[in-house]
């Protein structure tokens, strides 16, 4: 029987890859961050992705990275932030993984994130960043929450919070 994907998502900042990576650990099993798979491949930053092409050409790699690694069986996934915001790429990881949205408050994310200059999703527009912040978050709720599995990791170390995805994995193979 297939190994099912770990794959974890969420906002920005919520903790994905530190703790994709020590599920990975964990488990023994082979960890994939998507954002730095796709700087690996284009050999260029997100940041550059996103000035020198556009965001558009950025989703596409998410879109065709997802059901790249939807065929993989066994890996520890996380997403960038805006990957399973379209429903098609969230359907797609779905099929042959365990999805995990992790939230976070909206300070938290804010104490991590706000000053962050690798964040072009958070690029300095007239409203301010923290009102660009709290609106993205808003556009996207309803997307998270098409998410089955969710894990609140706002008083939550790292290690429990790898702790816990780890709990639902086995639960649920
Ligand atoms: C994005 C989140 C980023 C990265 C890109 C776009 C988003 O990943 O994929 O900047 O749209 O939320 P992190 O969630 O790892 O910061």
Not at 14 to 30: E, F, H, N, P, Y
Not at 82 to 106: D, F, H, K, W
Not at 117 to 139: H, I, K
Request: charged content about 25%; glycine content about 8%.
């Amino acid at each position: 029987m297939a190994i099912k994907n770990i794959i974890l998502t969420g906002f920005m900042g919520t903790g994905k890859s530190t703790i994709g990576q020590l599920v990975a650990t964990q488990l023994q099993r082979d960890f994939i961050d998507m954002d730095a798979l796709i700087e690996q491949r284009e050999g260029r930053t997100i940041n550059q992705i996103f000035t020198e092409s556009d965001e558009p050409y950025f989703r596409q790699l998410e879109a065709e990275l997802c059901r790249e690694l939807a065929g993989q069986e066994g890996l520890i996934i996380a997403t960038g932030g805006g990957a399973l915001i379209p429903e098609a790429n969230l359907r797609v990881m779905e099929q042959t993984g365990l999805v995990v949205c992790l939230t976070c408050s909206p300070n938290t994310l804010w104490q991590r994130i706000g000053q962050s200059e690798d964040r072009p999703m958070l690029a300095e527009q007239n409203e301010g960043r923290f009102a660009r912040l709290s609106a993205l978050l808003e556009q996207r709720a309803p997307a998270y929450a098409r998410i089955n599995h969710q894990l609140d990791v706002t008083h939550l170390s790292p290690e429990e919070a790898a702790r816990r995805v780890s709990e639902l994995a086995e639960k649920s193979t």
